[in-house]
């Protein structure tokens, strides 16, 4: 259950209580994991805890909890090693909404923030989840989707004529807690099926009904036929035909 007055304690905790005063050098290229960090466990002796010649994040009452904002194939020797000593639950942040602000590398000047069209969504994990797809079946792993609102300061050094093509991102600061999603068992992977799927469909099918690309719904499907949540039934041209695992 979402706790938003905690989700700003957190937020207060790493940030300040009024951020326009903090100078943009001020600002941590980790502000997402920190939050989150202190999000999930306010209690500073029970992060950062050496485990296994590894640091997991949180540790408490017998449980990990694991931040990663990408690069999930460096977590493989961690979850090699904590996996058949706890249950361990990986917490993947996805901007749902968010505001470009453009930094001035000689000046630091800010730029106003601007919209992005683009909106997040739960298949976003995919990609990150076939870097650890041997995982996926042990007992004691449990995925949480974390959907944020956020603002992403990106310095202007591109290489276009206007330095926003190919710019590095800076940080990114959350500015709301939206919602949740959890993955506790591999029946959990049905809620990525779109409800509209119910006979056999292809890569391309589920593409159109879940509104994403194709190379992310083909990604998408390679880990929903791993967990067992669909099964290939045949082909239809150069794609795979699947239905949905009723059993």
Same mark, same amino acid.
């Given at each position: 259950?979402?706790?938003?007055?905690?989700? $700003?304690?957190?937020? &207060?905790?790493?940030?300040?209580?009024? &951020?326009?005063?903090?100078?943009?050098?001020?600002?941590?290229?980790?502000?997402?994991?920190?939050?989150?960090?202190?999000?999930?466990?306010?209690?500073?002796?029970?992060?950062?805890?050496?485990? $296994?010649?590894?640091?997991?994040?949180?540790?408490?009452?017998?449980?990990?909890?694991?931040?990663?904002?990408?690069?999930?194939?460096?977590?493989?020797?961690?979850?090699?090693?904590?996996?058949?000593?706890?249950?361990?639950?990986?917490?993947?942040?996805?901007?749902?909404?968010?505001?470009?602000?453009?930094?001035?590398?000689?000046?630091?000047?800010?730029?106003?923030?601007?919209?992005?069209?683009?909106?997040?969504?739960?298949?976003?994990?995919?990609?990150?989840?076939?870097?650890?797809?041997?995982?996926?079946?042990?007992?004691?792993?449990?995925?949480?989707?974390?959907?944020?609102?956020?603002?992403?300061?990106?310095?202007?050094?591109? &290489?276009?004529?206007?330095?926003?093509?190919?710019?590095?991102?800076?940080?990114?600061?959350?500015?709301?807690?939206?919602?949740?999603?959890?993955?506790?068992?591999?029946?959990?992977?049905?809620?990525?099926?779109?409800?509209?799927?119910?006979?056999?469909?292809?890569?391309?099918?589920?593409?159109?009904?879940?509104?994403?690309?194709?190379?992310?719904?083909?990604?998408?499907?390679?880990?929903?036929?791993?967990?067992?949540?669909?099964?290939?039934?045949?082909?239809?041209?150069?794609?795979?035909?699947?239905?949905?695992?009723?059993?």
């Amino acid at each position: 259950m979402l706790d938003k007055k905690a989700f $700003e304690e957190a937020k &207060r905790k790493v940030i300040g209580i009024d &951020r326009q005063r903090l100078g943009i050098g001020t600002l941590s290229e980790k502000t997402v994991h920190a939050i989150l960090k202190h999000y999930y466990e306010p209690d500073e002796d029970r992060q950062e805890i050496p485990i $296994e010649n590894y640091v997991a994040d949180i540790c408490a009452n017998g449980e990990i909890i694991e931040i990663q904002t990408r690069q999930f194939d460096k977590m493989r020797n961690k979850l090699s090693a904590f996996l058949p000593r706890y249950p361990v639950t990986i917490v993947y942040p996805i901007p749902r909404e968010k505001w470009i602000i453009w930094i001035d590398e000689e000046s630091g000047e800010l730029s106003k923030k601007r919209k992005s069209p683009l909106k997040g969504n739960p298949y976003l994990i995919f990609p990150e989840l076939y870097k650890i797809k041997m995982f996926l079946k042990h007992p004691n792993l449990r995925l949480r989707l974390v959907f944020l609102d956020m603002e992403e300061y990106k310095l202007l050094n591109g &290489r276009s004529r206007d330095k926003k093509k190919g710019a590095s991102r800076y940080d990114r600061i959350p500015t709301e807690l939206v919602q949740e999603m959890e993955i506790d068992c591999p029946r959990d992977f049905m809620q990525f099926v779109p409800l509209e799927l119910e006979n056999a469909f292809t890569s391309r099918e589920f593409a159109k009904a879940a509104h994403i690309s194709l190379p992310l719904a083909q990604t998408a499907l390679n880990i929903l036929y791993h967990m067992e949540t669909v099964l290939r039934v045949g082909k239809k041209g150069k794609l795979y035909l699947y239905e949905i695992n009723e059993t």
